[in-house]
Structures are given as structure tokens and as C-alpha cells.
């Protein structure tokens, strides 16, 4: 990885005011990426623990469409409209990009009603859910495969292509085991990331302590092929007010076996209507 | 306050509605990002539907619980197309109490109800719905105890009371405008209200009779039938807008009692490695995915207490929207306990969902106790008894009475103040004939 550098801490402590139509710049500070340089070929895994690390999610839909990228978005946990509003305070159409082919956008709530109900001629994306026993995700692998795919017209492409999944623990909860969902992830990062150059971002729960073995075995085998590992924590001494929760931010190199440790900063962040505010350790402006 | 709500504006997005709204003279209070895709093809229409309001903060179309203190805490009341999932209390003494007062807040602002229970005749369990009290004199009941509580809490429960617009009431159909009613649990609801109220109920036994040749999946049968009754509802009476014939404009309430037990087929509370693990977060996720398309709130009270692979907890609150969790005092220490001789149980707010938004409208107050009288349940935060004693100049209950002047004679300083957000009890103990020690009783961290 090339021109990595610190960033300006000074910065953060004064806590750089937002510009509306921007996507968390703070976290784009952090992560040192503007959607004009994005990398390629990158596996971002999202990880929450104790809370709710869904902000991330919304903040890498945006900035990937901002970054004109195309973008493939399995979204298993909540509705269409959902996360079209969140966009639109983040400064992004959902539904404009979906018009002009930017995104395409599975609704894993809508569809599993219509796959469960009523049998469907062609597979489904969603098939696993008619079956009776534990089946494998290779619909829903096709189905992303054709969605990122340029098309063979040669029409003005999108940058690169990006899968974005939210979540990959509730295919856990649908009768999935973890091994068919690593295979998932396989498959679509040898297409995406590999052979059509592209990003993938994934969020998993951590389940903590309620030992959910499938979860940590997705967990633990996800980490090692990520790039970049972005872990919210809620506060280990409880709720609190002003800072919702903690953000380890993880670089690696999941190539290369190396003798040097893997980067990684923490930051405590507070989430407000239409940013993310991020602070050192210790450092929020409630208590400063 | 008009409640105004949009419904079944499908694609028209935020902008139409906002022009709509400039064209007539309503309020600015438009529910945005319409969350029922029941689809009108003349666009977006301005109706009220009875029962409902839109969301402060992001315009959501909110339903009452039937019970206005879990109202406040959720944030004004359980989002129309999402699920309220209550853990219930150990001997399931004030789960099925929840159930019954949002049963019979679906009554009285006359939404169609949903009825499904593995163990009691859903008419059984109408017949048992409290009465509604609806007219002043539970008024004057609350304004005795409001001057018992904390500032902050009174702040929030006076909110409530200005939602209402009472016209004169009578018992037969009721024409209640109010937002979220008080009970009466000595009295049974009024029979003329059940039979004029619309209502479907699901009794497993008698559906599980039925030789309907189910198609196989890793679903059991149970939640098969229940999924595909559901779904039968909100087609059949156009809760969802798809149905051309039918143009519903009213909400449909569902409750499902007791999920989870052996009685459903399940045998998630039986062992920890059940063989239908999946089973119950499978039904969760699509009866989610039918809620989120459809004009419609359910509430499932699950004995958790009895599921014994905390993942499976894990997950099914990960595919609930809002988690309610009762703990009850009785046959617990706690019951003897002098701290908590008015209260009857804790509450604990689990996870209150984000929806179209970043943040939740979460209450500062973590630590909250219930106490059930004749025609009221109130939710107070914990620490409130505390401070109630300490202003009346009462020491905190201590177990050796030497101790008791001792720890009187504290400064203030060493008790911690009440912050939100952190609830500490403090007992002195004692050896026999050693050094007194401060111990925390109670700490609940929790976010």
C-alpha cells in the first residue's frame, strides 16, 4: 500500500466541522481514502460488537456511489427505504442510482416474502429459504456475478465494481452453516476483488459472549482475508451519552505473510443525525 | 395535534410528498419514506388513520403499545411495520399483561387484531383484555401519583397526557382519538367491544388438525401454517396494497403469544443443540419481511428464559426491531428486598431500532423498575427510589443498625449522584465482628 501516512491528529482533536452533502469526511480522514482515490481489489470486513455498527454500512454505500463506482448491495436487514433516506442525509439518491444502473439493490426482506410464498421459475437469489436442508449460497453468487459484470456493450463503465452486504450474520440465522458462507465470500472475492478489480465490504456481528460458534468461525475466517478490518465496540463501562461506542480500524495484508505487525488505530465515536463525529481515546468534546 | 400520514405512496419518494403537502394545508408532520408499500395509483393520499401518529424525529407512522410509559421509551410508540419482541418475566405473570394491553389498544382505536397462541383460545384470551379506562377518573389517579415521582420523569408523563383529545365516551363502538389508554386489569373488557371489533385468531391445535398438505422446509410445521395464516390476513384484507379489491386503510395488529415453546413444535427451549435451530429466526426474518410491506405491528412475547443456547437469543434479537426484556421480583431475592418493596419488576430496553435514521431516540435511563397497579403500570428508572428516600431524609436500607448511623454519617459525596445512565446500589455489610465494607449491591452497566 502506497502513500499511507498518520493521519493529522491535531485535526481530529479539533474535530473538523461537517459539510452536509459529505459522507462522514471524519471517517474518510481516518481511513486516509477520498471516493476520488479509492483502492481496488480490497475486502473491507465491518464488525460490531455490543452495538449497532450499522452508520459504516450507510457510510461506504455513499461513498462508493459518490465515488462513481457500480455497486451491488444485499441488503438482508432492513428495507429499501430505509437506507435510501439514510442516504439522502449522507448526500446520495438511492433511488437515482438505481435509475441510471448505478446500483443494484437486492431487498432481502421483500424477496424472501416473494420466494417463500409463491415458488419462482428461475432461481432466486434467495432459494435457501425454500429448501429444507441446509443448502449452499450459489444463487445468490450468480446473482452478484451478473449484477457487477459489465455489460459486453462497452458502454461508458462505472470506476470498478464494489459488493456491499449487510449483513452476512443473518444468512447464519436463515440455515446457513459458516462454511457455505465463506465459500460465498470466496466466490465473490475471486470475481469482484480479483478478476474485475473491485471492492467488497462485508459487516458481521460479533455475538461476544453468547457463543455462537458458526458466527465466530465466519468471523475469525473472514479476518484473516481482509484488508481492512473496522471493529465497533460498545463501551466496556456501559452506555453513555456522548460516546456511543469505539472504533478499532485495522490495516493488513492478508497476501503476504509478514514479520510486521498490522496497523491499527482506536478511535471513541459519537453518532449524530447526519455525521459521525470521531475522537481519541478519552478525548470527547462532552468531557474535554 | 392532527395525525397526518401518507400511506402507500410507493415510489413517489420524499419529494412528491413534500409537494403534496404544499399544495393542501396540513401540518408539517408528513410521514416520509413510506414504509407500506400498499401503492396507490393516484399518488400519495393525506389519510388519518385512527390509533396512529407520526414520529417526532423521522416521521415514522407510530402505534401505541397500550401502554403510554413504554410508549415514551420507545420513542413514542412501536413503528408500523416492525416487530416488538418481549422476553418474558420467569413465570410469565406481566408478559402476557403486555400482550393483553396491546390487544386491547388495537380494540379501542378498532384496528383489525391477529390473535396466535400454541396454548390459550385467542377468544379465551380476548374475553380476559382489561378494560379501557375512558373517561376522567383514571385521571385523578395518575395526578396522585405524578407528584411522587422524579421531575424528569414527570416531564415525560405529562407528555403523554397532551395527546389527548377526549370527546365524551360511551361503551359500544368507540370513537377514541386519544393516543395510547389506560387499564383497568380488575375489569374485563366489554363484551359489545369484542363483537364489534374485527379479529382473527390462530389456535395451533385446531390449525395443526387440519391435514393441509404443507410443503417441506426447514421451517416446522407450526410456524409454517402461522406464516402462511399471516400472510393470508394481509392479502385477503389488503394490508399490504396489493389486493385490488381492497383498499384497507387500517392497521393490523398481530400477536403471537408465547413463541417458542415446545408446544409450537419447537424444540428450542428443550435442548441446546436442537435439531431446528433455524427454524425460529427463519420465521422471525419473514414475518419481518411481511410486516415491513404491509400496514401492520406485531408483538411476541418468547420465554427466553427457557432457550438455553444463548446464540439463538443473540440472533432473534438481531432480527427484532425493538426488545423489551421483563424480570419480575417474585420468587427471586430481590422480593424481600426493602429497595424494591413497591416495584414488582425490572425492565430492560434492549434494542430499540434505527429506522430511516443513524441514531435511536434512546432514553438515558438505563435501570428501570416496574410496578403494576389496578389501572396503572408505571415505569420509573431506579435510582428514583433512592433519591425519593434520600430527600425524605430516610437511610438507605442497611442490614446492621450500627452501620446504619455510620454510613448516615457519610458525606454525600460518597454516595454517587444519580448520573443517567448508571444505576448503583449500596449495602453496607458487615463481618461478625470485622471492619464494615461498602459493597455494590446492584451495578448495571448495560448499554
Not at chain 1, 428495507?79 to 435510501?84: C, D, G, I, Q, V
Not at chain 2, 419514506?33 to 424525529?57: F, K, N, W, Y
Not at chain 2, 428508572?381 to 446504619?404: C, F, I, S, Y
Amino acid at each position: 500500500m502506497k502513500g499511507m501516512h498518520l493521519p493529522d491528529i491535531r485535526m481530529l482533536l479539533q474535530g473538523a466541522s461537517p459539510r452536509s452533502s459529505e459522507m462522514f469526511p471524519e471517517l474518510n480522514n481516518l481511513l486516509n481514502t477520498t471516493p476520488d482515490k479509492a483502492e481496488q481489489g480490497k475486502l473491507t470486513l465491518l464488525c460490531d460488537a455490543r452495538t449497532d455498527g450499522s452508520f459504516l454500512v450507510h457510510h461506504f454505500l455513499s461513498f462508493y456511489l459518490k465515488a462513481n463506482c457500480k455497486v451491488c448491495f444485499v441488503a438482508l436487514l432492513q428495507s429499501f427505504s430505509h437506507y435510501n433516506i439514510v442516504a439522502q442525509k449522507l448526500g446520495v439518491s438511492l433511488a437515482a442510482a438505481r435509475e441510471r444502473g448505478q446500483l443494484v439493490f437486492l431487498e432481502g426482506l421483500k424477496s424472501s416474502v416473494d420466494v417463500f410464498f409463491q415458488a419462482q421459475e428461475d432461481p432466486h437469489p434467495l432459494q435457501f429459504l425454500r429448501e429444507a436442508s441446509a443448502g449452499n449460497l450459489q444463487p445468490l453468487y450468480e446473482f452478484v456475478r451478473e449484477a457487477l459484470t459489465p455489460a459486453d456493450n462497452g458502454e461508458a463503465a462505472w470506476r470498478c465494481p464494489v459488493l456491499l452486504v449487510d449483513d452476512l450474520s443473518v444468512l447464519l440465522s436463515l440455515g446457513m452453516g459458516a462454511v457455505a458462507v465463506l465459500d460465498f465470500v470466496h466466490y465473490c472475492r475471486a470475481t469482484v476483488c480479483c478478476e474485475l478489480k473491485g471492492n467488497m465490504v462485508a459487516l458481521v456481528h460479533d455475538s461476544g459472549d453468547a457463543e455462537d460458534e458458526e458466527n465466530n468461525t465466519l468471523l475469525i475466517g473472514l479476518s484473516h482475508q481482509s484488508h481492512l478490518i473496522l471493529r465497533t465496540e460498545g463501551l466496556a463501562t456501559g452506555f453513555c451519552k456522548d460516546v456511543h461506542g469505539q472504533l478499532r480500524i485495522l490495516w493488513r495484508r492478508p497476501s503476504q505473510s509478514t514479520a510486521r505487525r498490522d496497523r491499527s488505530l482506536t478511535f471513541q465515536y459519537k453518532i449524530q443525525d447526519k455525521n459521525v463525529s470521531f475522537f481519541a481515546r478519552g478525548m470527547s468534546p462532552a468531557i474535554l | 395535534m392532527a395525525a397526518v400520514a401518507t400511506c402507500g405512496a410507493g415510489a413517489g419518494g420524499t419529494e412528491s410528498m413534500a409537494a403534496a403537502t404544499s399544495k393542501s394545508n396540513v401540518t408539517s408532520f408528513q410521514r416520509r419514506g413510506p414504509r407500506a408499500s400498499g401503492t396507490d395509483s393516484g399518488g400519495p393520499r393525506l389519510v388519518s388513520i385512527a390509533g396512529t401518529r407520526p414520529s417526532v424525529r423521522n416521521g415514522q407512522l407510530l402505534v401505541s403499545t397500550g401502554l403510554p410509559a413504554l410508549d415514551q421509551l420507545l420513542g413514542g410508540g412501536l413503528a408500523v411495520g416492525t416487530v416488538l419482541l418481549v422476553e418474558e418475566d420467569k413465570y410469565s405473570i406481566y408478559s402476557p399483561l403486555l400482550f393483553k394491553y396491546f390487544l386491547a389498544e388495537g380494540i379501542i382505536n378498532g384496528h383489525t387484531l391477529l390473535v396466535a397462541s400454541a396454548k390459550e383460545d385467542p377468544a379465551d384470551i380476548l374475553q380476559e383484555l382489561p378494560a379501557p379506562l375512558l373517561d376522567d377518573s383514571c385521571k385523578k389517579e395518575f395526578d396522585e401519583d405524578v407528584c411522587n415521582k422524579k421531575p424528569e420523569s414527570d416531564i415525560k408523563m405529562k407528555i403523554a397526557w397532551r395527546y389527548q383529545l377526549s370527546p365524551k365516551m360511551e361503551v359500544g363502538p368507540v370513537t377514541s382519538s386519544r393516543f395510547g389508554h389506560y387499564y383497568d386489569v380488575s375489569k374485563r373488557i366489554p363484551r359489545e367491544l369484542i363483537e364489534t371489533s374485527k379479529w382473527h385468531g390462530f389456535f395451533l391445535p385446531e390449525k395443526m388438525s387440519s391435514a393441509d398438505k404443507v410443503e417441506c422446509c426447514s421451517l416446522t410445521p407450526g410456524y409454517m401454517k402461522l406464516l402462511h395464516f399471516i400472510q393470508n390476513i394481509i392479502y385477503e384484507e389488503g394490508f399490504d396494497g396489493s389486493n385490488p379489491q381492497k383498499k384497507q386503510r387500517n392497521i393490523l395488529r398481530i400477536g403471537i403469544q408465547s413463541l417458542g415453546l415446545p408446544l409450537w413444535g419447537d424444540d428450542v427451549c428443550c435442548s441446546e443443540n436442537c435439531d431446528s435451530s433455524h427454524s425460529l429466526s427463519k420465521f422471525l426474518y419473514i414475518l419481518r419481511g411481511l410486516l415491513r410491506t404491509s400496514l401492520s405491528a406485531c408483538i411476541i412475547t418468547m420465554p427466553t428464559h427457557l432457550i438455553q443456547n444463548k446464540a439463538i437469543i443473540a440472533r432473534v434479537t438481531n432480527l427484532s426491531d425493538t426488545v423489551v426484556a421483563l424480570e419480575s421480583f417474585v420468587g427471586s431475592e430481590r422480593e424481600t428486598n426493602p429497595l424494591y418493596k413497591d416495584y414488582h419488576g425490572l425492565i430492560h430496553i434492549r434494542q430499540i431500532p434505527r429506522l430511516n435514521n443513524l441514531i435511536c431516540d434512546e432514553s438515558d435511563v438505563k435501570d428501570l423498575a416496574f410496578k403494576l397497579k389496578r389501572k396503572l403500570f408505571t415505569i420509573e428508572a431506579e435510582w428514583t427510589v433512592r433519591e425519593r428516600d434520600r430527600k425524605k431524609g430516610l437511610p438507605l436500607p442497611l442490614v446492621h443498625p450500627p452501620m446504619a448511623a455510620a454510613a448516615s454519617a457519610l458525606q454525600p459525596a460518597h454516595r454517587p449522584d444519580p448520573k443517567p445512565g448508571a444505576g448503583y446500589f449500596f449495602l453496607v455489610s458487615h463481618g461478625v465482628q470485622g471492619p464494615s465494607t461498602w459493597a455494590i449491591l446492584h451495578c448495571t452497566p448495560g448499554p
